[in-house]
């Protein structure tokens, strides 16, 4: 079955850096377009960042953008997301995801 594991959060202060992984399996993970999104206490999810196969640049959201990279290993089913100069904003419960599937998820959060 499809297994989506994220890893990789935790406790940062304004301006930190984290990365974010995410161990998939049960699909065929080199064909598949990857997103993560983020879900804020009281909050919708909001879409962050899509990587597909081919896709010679990655999606962001404007929130992120220049400040978040999203890559992938092919060879080890993984997706992630390197987090730069975070913000109190970006705080929340990161999922990778792929078509209706999401993991449990993994916490950031941005505090002095």
């Known amino acids: 079955q499809v297994q989506l594991v994220e890893s990789g959060g935790g406790l940062v202060n304004p301006g930190g850096s984290l990365r974010l992984s995410c161990a998939a399996s049960?699909?065929?993970?080199?064909?598949?377009?990857l997103a993560w999104v983020r879900q804020s206490p009281g909050k919708n999810f909001e879409w962050v960042s899509h990587?597909?196969?081919?896709?010679?640049?990655?999606m962001y959201s404007d929130s992120v953008k220049g400040r978040f990279t999203i890559s992938r290993d092919n060879a080890k089913n993984t997706l992630y997301l390197q987090m730069n100069n975070l913000k109190p904003e970006d705080a929340g419960t990161y999922y990778c995801?792929?078509?209706?599937?999401r993991g449990q998820g993994t916490q950031v959060t941005v505090s002095s």
């Open positions: 995801q792929w078509e209706q599937y």
């Open positions: 049960g699909f065929a993970f080199s064909d598949a377009r």
């Open positions: 990587s597909a196969p081919g896709q010679m640049t990655p």
